[in-house]
């Protein structure tokens, strides 16, 4: 049977609020895993190694599971951010490259190259739209989609929503670009943003909508990869709700809002977008559960 698992952002846990001291690993990894998630992201670039390798007994303590955003600033840095990936035995690998050629052409060889580092390794490296990396936008992703099939792609829809500035009600054109996206995601990223902001306050009403948007786009999403993938594949969703200046603050810079206690919301409705789906494939004609 299908299986979704929901990881928290390590990146995510931190505070950045004036006059507080951050947390240590201890502490935040009591709260994960008193929380119910199956595993953490970390965010490493080359010069962030040491940082996160201090993070890796804390994950193989508790015994959860690891996934890894890996931020090579130069082509020759992903050799060793893939060793790393490896060596943690990561879940998902997936990239948000710095090297940012101008053209698709210019990006096709970067990413075969990548890839078959990767496949080296034994891992499948996954690909993220973020702005300013290797996949800055949605048009540039697509072509990329197309040139080349065999890619496959984390989906943080938060960066689609800003850069192309959708409107709501999403027009016919910017959903089927989306689910295009969909097509081609083996992994998921979880924030809400709007046309202007990349990460809003999910309980004010103001972003209400949105919210309402980003529901129906994940379950899209993972409906089509529950048809994609094997009756015993494994879904990892990640709540990755980044610390300021992600999220908003005021004129002290304190946040307008509670991050934590929005990761955990998220977790909750992807959960329950998981069992509505498991309950539409139980109910289909000749369906196993």
């Not at 201090?54 to 890894?68: D, F, K």
């Not at 529901?215 to 999403?221: I, Q, S, V």
């Not at 206690?261 to 992807?270: Q, S």
Request: with cysteine; hydrophobic share 40%; net charge negative.
């Amino acid at each position: 049977m299908q299986q979704l698992k929901i990881y928290q952002s390590l990146w995510a846990m931190e505070l950045r609020r004036p006059g507080v001291p951050e947390r240590g690993h201890d502490r935040n990894f009591e709260m994960i895993v008193e929380a119910g998630y199956d595993g953490v992201c970390l965010d490493p670039s080359v010069d962030d190694l040491p940082k996160y390798r201090t993070a890796v007994p804390y994950i193989e303590r508790h015994g959860l599971g690891s996934m890894v955003n890996l931020f090579p600033r130069q082509s020759a840095d992903m050799k060793p951010l893939l060793e790393f990936a490896r060596d943690i035995g990561a879940a998902k690998v997936n990239t948000i490259g710095q090297v940012m050629p101008v053209s698709v052409a210019g990006a096709i060889p970067l990413i075969y190259r990548w890839m078959d580092q990767a496949a080296a390794l034994g891992i499948d490296l996954l690909f993220e739209t973020h702005r300013d990396s290797l996949l800055n936008d949605l048009y540039y992703t697509l072509e990329v989609l197309d040139a080349v099939p065999e890619l496959k792609l984390t989906a943080d829809l938060s960066h689609f929503v800003l850069e192309r500035e959708f409107q709501l009600p999403l027009s016919r054109r910017d959903h089927g670009y989306l689910q295009r996206i969909h097509e081609r995601t083996d992994c998921f990223q979880g924030r809400v943003a709007s046309r202007e902001q990349i990460q809003v306050q999910i309980g004010f009403e103001q972003h209400a909508p949105w919210v309402a948007l980003f529901k129906e786009l994940w379950k899209e999403g993972l409906r089509s990869w529950r048809a994609r993938n094997a009756p015993d594949a494994t879904c990892v969703f990640l709540c990755e709700l980044g610390p300021p200046p992600y999220a908003i603050t005021d004129g002290s810079r304190n946040e307008l809002s509670d991050r934590w206690l929005e990761a955990l919301m998220i977790r909750d409705w992807v959960r329950e977008i998981w069992a509505e789906l498991d309950r539409e494939i139980g109910h289909a004609p000749g369906a196993a559960g």
